[in-house]
């Protein structure tokens, strides 16, 4: 079974401009979520997404979006880059999302914003 | 407030000896627990995770984790160090209701000296 796929890999962009990034889950996984990775501030948590319903969020701006899929491809959405968006996101999915259940993370898009 | 807290952003260890890296988490309620590694340019692995059914946990690579109720505390340990084990390792905590949403600690660094 093929495994949680992000794209693109790698990106870069200027302050101001809007980014999207793209993760396709697991086959079969219908809870996707979104972590932002930082030297400075670690792994923190985005969002969630389940059956095309935000179902939780971490405390971002609003300038941090996102959405889900009839198929449960997940995209983000940040616009109005700042430099401090420079980051490791990394997407993981699982199956319903539940608090057992582990969840299966993606290489990551690696975000540079000058 | 629930947190997780690993003692420790860098380790050193030889090779074939036992690698320890500590994680405690604060919770009126046992979470569910996880460590994950993430090897560099690469997304997170689990490597085990605590569900209530055993209080050792064995994980994939010789890696294992005893929790603690009494201490809060889901420390990982591998008898013998490889040089493959270098990498950063995280511990993570999720709530029953937490959706989706993992709380990681700040990840320790190993660095396996021959």
């Known amino acids: 079974k093929a495994g949680v796929t992000q794209t693109p890999r790698y990106l870069i962009k200027t302050r101001g401009q809007q980014v999207t990034l793209s993760c396709s889950p697991i086959s079969g996984h219908r809870s996707v979520s979104w972590y932002q990775q930082t030297p400075g501030q670690g792994l923190q948590f985005l969002f969630e997404?389940?059956?095309?319903?935000?179902?939780n969020k971490g405390n971002f701006p609003g300038r941090f979006s996102g959405r889900q899929f009839s198929n449960s491809r997940s995209e983000m959405n940040v616009s109005t880059l700042e430099l401090g968006d420079s980051a490791l996101y990394l997407c993981?999915?699982?199956?319903?999302?539940?608090?057992?259940?582990?969840?299966?993370f993606g290489p990551g898009t690696r975000l540079l914003v000058l | 407030a629930q947190s997780v807290t690993q003692l420790g952003s860098h380790v050193s260890v030889s090779e074939g000896a036992l690698v320890l890296l500590r994680c405690n988490y604060s919770?009126?309620?046992?979470?569910?627990l996880f460590w994950y590694v993430q090897y560099p340019n690469q997304g997170l692995q689990l490597l085990l995770k605590?569900?209530?059914?055993?209080?050792l946990v064995k994980g994939i690579n010789g890696f294992e984790a005893e929790f603690k109720k009494s201490e809060t505390s889901f420390h990982l340990t591998k008898p013998s160090a490889h040089m493959s084990d270098a990498a950063e390792y995280f511990c993570a905590v999720k709530r029953t209701d937490s959706w989706g949403k993992l709380q990681f600690g700040a990840g320790t660094q190993v660095v396996v000296t021959p």
């Open positions: 997404y389940f059956s095309e319903t935000q179902r």
């Open positions: 919770s009126s309620v046992p979470p569910y």
């Open positions: 605590y569900t209530s059914a055993a209080t």
């Open positions: 993981a999915s699982s199956l319903e999302g539940g608090a057992e259940e582990t969840q299966y």
